[in-house]
């Protein structure tokens, strides 16, 4: 009888641990990268602050401005999720007042100018439910050429004591924006 439980016990010791093997393989899939990953540029300037969170959609042998970004509609400015702007303090772009605050960035790309959009409403995934009637500013910036051609979309600061341009780069598109700011 003894052994007849012991053999029983192990059994059931054997099946719990095989349960939990399966169990633990399964749950170790391949965390998969996201092919436009996240991605995030931002200057100080003594106690201000700014901060841009977006996806960097690659190029991959595709024309990229008028085909996968189509000319004259609102672009999300990157992949995935709206890319999202946040200032710490108040200041200017493009001349004009940003208040402190998170701000969603949208454009329209054209192909000799894009208007770039402030927008008020954050959390936004794409471009799907922008909402004009949101927006902060709004004005235009001519393109220029890149100095080489960027596989993935990058946004970057170049960055002068107070003065900072944000520079959108993807394939052999430059956009540069003005940043001052002020106390």
Known sequence: MLELINCLFCRLVFFFLFCFSVIACIAQDEVKLRPSPLAISAIRYKDAYVKITYSQPQKREREVFGKLVPFDQVWRTGANEATEITVTKNMQVHGTLLKAGTY?????????????????????WGSYNYNSKLDVMRFEVPVAEAPSVYESFTM????????????????????????????
């Open 104 to 124: 969603s960035l949208f454009t329209i790309p054209q192909k000799d100018k894009w208007t770039i959009i402030i927008n008020s409403e954050v959390g936004l």
């Open 156 to 183: 970057q600061f170049d960055h002068r004591n107070e003065l900072a341009d944000l520079l959108l780069l993807w394939d052999k598109t430059k956009i540069s924006i003005p940043f001052k700011f002020i106390n």
